[in-house]
């Protein structure tokens, strides 16, 4: 018997892909979808306009579409909402009792909410202790934006292996990001937009430092060195790509730091969950690589890439890393939360 | 009457944008056009695949092509040859008293080779008069690397007001950089390369160091800040992107660095010199440029953009800057350069 | 003294493209610009988001943006609006004595309105007088889809010189052919859409017929020959490309059909209008020739470019034609259609 | 125990493939792998730069390469040789006794040669008789050119059920077609190209007749409808789209040839060929499909992609096709090729 789950904003670009994903998934079965009031009462194939290759898993194409304030009976909904409504919905439902795996952005800076990779800080489930006494039992647990979840997994074994001092990132980041319609075609052709909206640029200077600090009595704090970011849309279809250079506190060699991160695991691969990549992080040879359509899907995406590890002065470095950020870094990060949680005994 | 002019290298990518360039212009007129051993003899027509919009100005289509060796009378020589055939090529053209203007790398770096950006550095070409004692009368005058005329224009201004500390630059960099064939299809379709062969990141490393440095006591000073790169090939046509930071001694008011970046002029503005923008750079107000596509042409593509200058810290910025690669950052610099040789008396 | 003119939907894509192109007319000068409700009272430079490259003309950047029911002082009005709202607006100003010169596709198959490509049927605006005695004096006259006119221009003179049987033609479409924001990046990233929405197939397949029919006794007589269209949405900023076969009634040989191609012209070249290409269409020799990137922009857009006309069985053509869309297809065919106006003294 | 194969051209882009496609195939395995002179007697990973994603099967990585004229012990050989040596050199393996199942072009419309698609003409296999007793017991099979693959298993069905008369076709081929490097970016960005060289069109125009035709008296007798090709390059990365136009003999109803098309099958799925996709062709039902980023990878690449099927006259369709042309339109054709050999008994 699997564990039955619901999608909510099950016909968006995040709910389409928790769809595709959680199809033939050993733990998981999709019980429930919920969307806006627009498609609630209708067969989910006919409210879903599918846009990922071919079309929705046939089980999941016959369930009718509720509203998010509906009762669920599944105790555990992945959240793919938009952030207009993510925010009061998920808290609504936490308060019922759920437990909510959120792919949406509102309470991941929460005091009491864990901002998780379970690779990196799994520790930061002992949060849910306390919002679960402010809640009455249902909790919220999130992921990072698309973007930081390639970089918080390519900082943490250099944080914790080397004292980092500073970070500067550049993205480059894929149209899925945007969801759909999304970026407008013109905007892209033959160009570059050095900008994404949404405060996406403050996400990825604050999100790592809460991923890469502590929880200690009974709050969160952040890793102390500052990141600088600046992003930018490309003409990709998906692969967020990073340009990121680190300077310690100290001299580090590069092999020395590449090694770190080839060797770099964690719970979820001594767990061996389902949706755990083999090897947390890809240490690429080839100079000119990670390259999103040759190594996205490393892992059936949920492996980050790294590449070109090199000096940058005695104590910096230079690396590229390469997240699937609709995988990765968004639907394939919250399943993963969630048998995170449920290998913790935190869904029972 | 015009001033007849050579183009070295005439077939290729650069030597085609020289050609396209010059047609009509107001000093200088192509009177040869000089190649490998296999296109001298033909017609221009017939030794070309034109490989830009449109077909070849009809004047120039109709000389026949010699080789690099051949006599010629135009004292001006424009190179775009590779750099497989530029280095030896050039030496031999300097000696034999021609005015050799250069948009190949092989001479950049030399000790009394000039890399000049005529906004920039105008005051290097003191360095002609030892070269040409060196030489006996001839001499060689380079243009920076495609990325680096970009980066350098936006750093002079910085450097001149505020102390820079250091420099972080990722590019994005076009199609046309890489000449003909170049980049195959398959390498960018849907993708982005993190790499740039023939030492791309070590040339943005170093050109600007030169070029923002004094020459001073019969040698060129570097500028005193590193610069740290990594480069990255997207799919557009033309038009190099770069998210750069910069990190000041002192405090920086980013109000003030945007201010002094769109006033900044040099002796092409002053001496009005018919390939000199109006305005070297232009400062861009929307929160999502310079974009390839929409800024590049700024100024028949001559005007560097500017975009996002913002504050990283009291004592950082981070800005983004587009440079027309295959125009300013190469044979539309090179002319810039002869035209000011021109303006200065240096081809008489 | 300049004739002053008014656009209609100026803040739209269309509506850009006359403003763009009429900077500098030596006829005409943007006097009043005209958008929806939400633009009205502000500036033109407030109230549009400028989507071509550069930045809008200085002079209608200052303009004060009426509604399309206000009172125009110009005589004649050029349309971009959107269709949705194009019937009606249009057809009031008529009623008012404007000379109304459309893009929209709304009047386009109207009984008594010119459908009108100057090189092709300049004859049809015998359909000017029926109207006007309608309307009391003024009109509207319309230029065709965008890929109709470079459909249509390349039919032309083989209609003329041959008795075409049938046409099956092929369309890849640019980006800007849907405007702003278009088609959304996902659905063109690395993909083709075999699909264009609004009837694109339907006029391909009519509005030749009307252009290349006859006007007689006072109606509109379509050519006789059937033409089946199939539409696709490909990733290229500007410039419909067609892939055409042509089925004549007797043998036909290719290089006499280039010939007739070739020397193809009309009234816009006897009166050598402003806008008029002075070789309407250019029959390019290379065996991969038109490209879009490298053809589009032949006379300022204006040149309809064939290629590779060549023989399918002793009665049938294959070739390939390329129309910028937004120019020739678009506000350039409608400036045109306004000097051809000016040039017959329908403007007094 | 598994078959082994050899693999002819092993480093290519086909080559590749093969290797990608048959790493875990039910009855095959890689044994031997041959490339030209220079990768001889390196290991396959030494000698391939992979250009797939991300890396090749370890097995296969580990073998050494050996020349194409080193005596092979596998009777089956897939052949992803250039058309320079394919032709020599599968008839020299012939000659020696293998099996030659090959991709190339050299021999596909040789007169005792299959040009097999399992579903279509699988008793073309009949051929071989005579083809062995030239060649003294082995032989050679071969599968269509790439567009070609789509098109004949499109008008297959409904050249059976009704008459066709003549057929007008215009592909839009990927980037991946041209092997590697291929066609350099410059030239598809931002572009199309209406010309694909090595007589792409008269291909087209020929093998699906030869196909679609009958094997009688000894000899192939192609089918008597003729089919006019116009090819062009897009900026996809897989999968070739194709516009097709059928005339009949007699009325058609789309439903009827929708239906047709649905229904269609052959040997490989009453077999169960591993590699057969369960429907053959998948007949779409949006009026935007088949696209290449959504419906290329339909049942693992394997099955030809059919949308808008739709009236052109009464006697007349209009339609589109799609097919992944590396893995339906190559060496997974190969492949299923292979499979009906071994069910057919012709590898004993």
Known sequence: ??????????TGAVGQRFIQLLENHPWFEVAEVAASDRSAGKSYAEACT?????????????LTVTTTDAPFRSRL??????????????????????????????????????????????????????????????????????????????LAPLSRAFAIEDVHVVTLQALSGAGYPGVPSMDVADN??????????????AEPRKILGAFKNAAFVPADFPIAASVHRVAVSDGHTMAIFVRFAK?????????????????PQELKLPFAPVK??????????????????????????????????????KLEALVHNTIRGAAGAAIL???LLKARGLLA
């Open 50 to 62: 599918w846009r990922l290759a071919g079309a929705p898993p046939a089980a999941t194409a016959r």
């Open 280 to 317: 947390a992080i890809h240490v690429l040879e080839g100079n000119d690589r990670p390259q999103p359509r040759l190594d996205r899907d490393r892992e059936n995406g949920m492996a980050v890439s790294v590449g070109r590890v090199r000096a940058n002065g005695p104590r910096g470095l």
């Open 77 to 154: 909904l992945f959240s793919g909402l938009d952030s207009s409504v993510a925010g009061e919905v998920e808290t609504a439902l936490a308060s019922k009792g759920h437990a909510v795996v959120s792919n949406s952005r509102n309470h991941r800076m929460d005091a009491d909410v864990p901002l998780l990779i379970p690779e990196v800080n799994a520790g930061h489930l002992d949060a849910l202790a306390g919002q679960r006494k402010r809640t009455g039992g249902g909790y919220i647990v999130t992921n990072p934006n698309c973007s930081v979840v390639g970089l918080a997994m390519a």
């Open 1 to 10: 018997m699997k564990i039955p789950v619901g999608i909510l904003g099950a």
């Open 251 to 267: 001299d580090v060699d590069p092999a020395a730091a590449a090694a770190a991160l080839a060797s770099f695991k964690g719970e």
């Open 192 to 205: 570059v937009v050095p900008y994404i909206g949404g405060g996406e640029e403050e996400k990825i200077e």
């Open 337 to 339: 939360n969630g048998e």
